[in-house]
């Protein structure tokens, strides 16, 4: 037996109360195994996805949100015309209803 603390199931440590991150498999595992694993139900599949992509989420909401902003105030027709173009290339459905407020007027 070790003596080292283990999380439990439900994945907090007993010690601590902290809610241990799930690693992921040994080594770096392909995107599409992973993908493959997730819709067979595997959660420590999803939780590696989920956590293999967080960051990269909010930080692209966080620049669509600027972007909104800046296309829809502000006052350097320039910069206004560069936020609608990299906004142009947005799936963000926020995007698009800017772009078609635009093309309205």
Same mark, same amino acid.
């Given at each position: 037996?070790s003596?080292?603390?283990?999380?439990?199931?439900a994945?907090?440590?007993?010690?601590?109360?902290r809610?241990?991150? $799930?690693?992921e498999p +040994?080594?770096?595992v392909? @995107?599409? /195994?992973?993908i493959? !694993?997730v819709l067979?139900?595997? %959660?420590?599949?999803?939780?590696?996805l989920?956590?293999?992509?967080?960051?990269?989420?909010?930080?692209?909401?966080?620049?669509? $949100?600027?972007l909104? +902003?800046?296309?829809r105030? @502000?006052? /350097?027709l320039?910069? !206004?015309?560069?936020a609608v173009l %990299?906004?142009s290339?947005?799936?963000?459905p926020?995007?698009?209803e800017l772009?078609?407020?635009?093309?309205r007027?």
């Amino acid at each position: 037996e070790s003596s080292s603390v283990q999380p439990d199931r439900a994945g907090t440590c007993p010690t601590s109360g902290r809610r241990q991150r $799930d690693p992921e498999p +040994a080594g770096r595992v392909d @995107e599409r /195994d992973l993908i493959e !694993r997730v819709l067979a139900g595997d %959660a420590g599949a999803e939780r590696a996805l989920y956590d293999r992509h967080v960051d990269r989420v909010y930080t692209d909401r966080a620049a669509t $949100d600027k972007l909104l +902003a800046i296309g829809r105030t @502000e006052s /350097d027709l320039q910069l !206004r015309k560069q936020a609608v173009l %990299a906004l142009s290339h947005s799936d963000d459905p926020r995007a698009r209803e800017l772009l078609m407020e635009i093309l309205r007027r």
